[in-house]
């Protein structure tokens, strides 16, 4: 590891890659679970990306998503994330809407044990007064995106995953 790195505000924990995968999907199975929704659950895994900077350093990224549930279901469960993932031990640091011409529903919180992020979306395309083309073929859904903080593992190489 680098001591003279600024760029993270703290000292990487050593885990190894299968346990921070591990971790992270116990982490996503949680927040799957507060939504308390049923659909189809995308089916990407956890996979590391280099701290820069950072010998044998790297994070853990999971973006997965639901689709499937009506679009009330799905405002429901992003109202349940808001409500609950607080009572779980996350810090939320922002809800509201997207600076974006689709002004979706956007949360981002951070685990207060282990430092992960995450960045929930509630996409609901059929609620669009004018949908473009590309916006009629989206379905409703929520996306996550769940972050590890950098993690030490000796035996990480930038090609691991």
């Keep these: 590891m680098n001591d003279d790195n600024d760029s993270l505000d703290y000292k990487p924990q050593r885990m190894s890659l299968d346990d921070a995968k591990d971790l992270v999907r116990r982490q996503s199975s949680k927040i799957l679970d507060i939504a308390k929704l049923r659909g189809e659950v995308s089916p990407a895994a956890p ?28 405002k429901e469960a992003m109202d349940r994330l808001h409500r609950e993932l607080p009572k779980q031990g996350w810090k939320v640091y922002r809800y509201g809407h997207a600076n974006s011409k689709a002004r979706q529903l956007r949360l981002e919180a951070e685990d207060r044990k282990d430092h ?15 949908p473009s083309k590309w916006e009629k073929k989206m379905r409703d859904s929520i996306s996550i995106s769940l972050a590890s903080p950098c993690y030490v593992d000796k035996n990480y190489e930038p090609n691991d995953q």
């Design 116 to 130: 992960h992020t995450v960045t929930i979306e509630l996409s609901l395309p059929s609620t669009y007064p004018d």
């Design 47 to 74: 996979h590391a990306s280099l701290c820069k900077d950072v010998e044998h350093g790297y994070r853990v990224n999971h973006w997965w998503s639901v689709v499937g549930p009506s679009a009330e279901n799905l």
